[in-house]
């Protein structure tokens, strides 16, 4: 079975850093795009990071643009969000997604995590 399995998350001060990791089995992960997302209490999932299959192109939400760095190990099944110079407006939980299309939305992508929870304390 397909497991996404997503860590990293806590209670973090502003303008402090998390790294977040995912780890995927039970499928070929170097040929899926995987994703971030977010969704805070009373909110729409919204999209993050995307990342393409070999790593070698990456995109952002404007919001958080700058600030977030995604990345991924082939090798090791493994996708991971760098997050710096956090606000209390990224609290929320983060979600990891696995998918074919693009651009990836809450709508096509085949997998999900079941998230994880980061809180910015301001």
């Known amino acids: 079975q397909v497991q996404v399995v997503e860590s990293g998350g806590g209670l973090v001060q502003a303008g402090g850093s998390l790294r977040l990791s995912c780890a995927v089995s039970?499928?070929?992960?170097?040929?899926?795009?995987m994703a971030w997302f977010r969704q805070a209490p009373g909110k729409e999932r919204e999209f993050v990071a995307g990342?393409?299959?070999?790593?070698?192109?990456?995109d952002y939400a404007d919001a958080l643009k700058g600030r977030v760095t995604i990345s991924r190990d082939n090798a090791e099944n493994t996708v991971y969000l760098e997050m710096n110079s956090l606000k209390p407006e990224d609290t929320a939980v983060y979600y990891c997604a696995a998918g074919n299309l693009f651009p990836m939305t809450t709508r096509n992508t085949d997998y999900w995590g079941q998230g994880t929870q980061v809180t910015v304390s301001s």
């Open positions: 039970g499928l070929t992960f170097s040929s899926y795009r």
């Open positions: 990342i393409h299959r070999s790593g070698s192109r990456t």
